[in-house]
Every structure is written in structure tokens, then in C-alpha cells.
């Protein structure tokens, strides 16, 4: 079975930092999706890639198909984007038939 | 707001003891997902309905069973919760953007099993 794996699991920042988070999977995908937890809350969805590059405020994705291969940065990092980043993918179906999760990233940006 | 909403947020329940959690959503979405998200793991995709039609996944335990009366309740039954069966619980749902599927969660059901 595809298996995500993403890197770091734990990363430390100070605030104002460039953060990159990369996810990398083993097998065709029909999308990949970057998602956000808070400690004790809901996930957030922050963004669907099938190519290229998606731009949401400070948060920056891309995907490399051939490479297999997506990287989530955050510019000017903040103490609110400490999260759980978490890439999974979907394969069949467009998504339809859910997700495949990695295990997260854990950030925490210090003041 | 359009949203999915999750009830009970905390559910204690005794060993062997049937427990239902509950998911509903605004938003209209053809699809409904439950995860189930043990301590410091993934996600982990137990069963999705598509309109009415029940989606299993081949590992998901024959303890866990679902029901969706209609578009916007969407519930998880548990027949006999084991210790190993403590988890957040996520209802999630879809919709096809384009081709693709952007999914919608609710902030999740963490259950405790004494």
C-alpha cells in the first residue's frame, strides 16, 4: 500500500522564519492535500494540489508529479501557525473515496 | 456558517457498552467519511458514503458499523468499544471541485473507553 511519508516530524522555529515541510508518496495520486490541526481540534483543509503551485496568504504549495514529491513553506512564520501540518493524498475517484494520511509535522513557531 | 458538526465532543463509555456518535452537516455534500485518529497516529479512513452507497474499508474492525438516514446525518456505531477503540473520531465530508474532492471535517468526537 502507497505509504506518505513527510519531514520533519518535529520542527522549531522562531518567529519571522521561512518554513518548509516536505511530503513525498510512492505511487500515483489524483490529488495531494495539506491539511492543518490545532492541539485537541478539528483539521483544516489549506490546500488541494493535482500540479503545480497554490498561494494562500503566507502559505506557499507544490507538487512535483514525476518527482513525487510536495513541499507546504510558510513565509514570516507566526506563533498562530504552530499546527500539525499533515499532507495525504487521494487516489481514486478524484478524492471521492478519502484519504490517505501522513503523520504530521508538529510546528511550533516561538515568539 | 455551512459546516459539519460532531456530538457528542467527548463521549466516556464502558467496555462492551454500544455507543453511537453522531455527525451532521449544512453543506450539502454528496459525500461523508468517518477517520478514526488514535494518539499521535494519522487519520485512518474506517468507512465513506457516496450518496447512499456504503463504502467499507477491507481493515476496518466488524465493530464499527455506520448509518446515513439521509443527506445530512451521518452516524458511527460502535457495537462493543475495546480499550483499543480510544480515539478522536472525525466525520468528515465532500464535495467534487472540478474533478477533484476538497474535504470538510468537524472538529471531531474523542472517545474514552473505561
Known amino acids: 500500500k502507497n505509504e506518505v511519508e513527510q519531514s520533519p516530524q518535529n520542527l522549531t522555529a522562531q518567529e519571522g522564519e521561512f518554513i518548509t515541510i516536505n511530503c513525498s508518496y510512492s505511487?500515483?495520486?489524483?490529488?495531494l492535500h495539506w491539511l492543518q490541526q490545532h492541539p485537541g481540534g478539528g483539521i483544516v483543509s489549506l490546500f488541494m494540489?493535482?500540479?503545480g503551485k497554490k498561494k494562500h496568504g503566507r502559505l506557499i504549495a507544490t507538487i512535483n508529479i514525476q518527482e513525487k514529491h510536495s513541499s507546504l513553506h510558510i513565509t514570516a512564520s507566526h506563533p498562530r501557525d504552530s499546527a500539525v501540518y499533515i499532507c495525504?493524498?487521494?487516489?481514486?475517484?478524484?478524492?471521492?473515496?478519502?484519504?490517505?494520511f501522513g503523520k504530521g509535522t508538529h510546528l511550533i513557531i516561538q515568539p | 456558517d455551512a459546516m459539519v458538526i460532531q456530538n457528542p465532543r467527548y463521549q466516556v463509555t464502558q467496555f462492551g457498552k454500544p455507543v453511537t456518535l453522531s455527525c451532521s452537516q449544512t453543506?450539502?455534500?454528496?459525500?461523508m467519511y468517518w477517520y478514526q485518529q488514535k494518539s499521535s497516529q494519522a487519520p485512518k479512513l474506517l468507512f465513506h458514503?457516496?450518496?447512499?452507497?456504503?463504502?467499507n474499508e477491507a481493515d476496518t474492525p466488524d465493530n464499527f458499523q455506520s448509518r446515513r438516514p439521509n443527506t445530512s446525518f451521518c452516524f458511527l456505531d460502535i457495537r462493543s468499544p475495546g480499550l483499543g477503540d480510544a480515539a478522536m473520531y472525525l466525520c468528515?465530508?465532500?464535495?467534487?471541485?472540478?474533478?477533484?474532492?476538497?474535504?470538510?471535517f468537524g472538529p471531531g468526537t474523542r472517545l474514552t473507553v473505561t
Open positions: 505511487v500515483g495520486i489524483s490529488a
Open positions: 495525504a493524498v487521494s487516489y481514486s475517484g478524484g478524492g471521492a473515496d478519502g484519504l490517505t
Open positions: 494540489l493535482s500540479s
Open positions: 468528515a465530508t465532500s464535495r467534487a471541485r472540478g474533478l477533484l474532492y476538497e474535504q470538510y
Open positions: 453543506l450539502n455534500h454528496n459525500v
Open positions: 458514503y457516496y450518496d447512499k452507497d456504503f463504502n
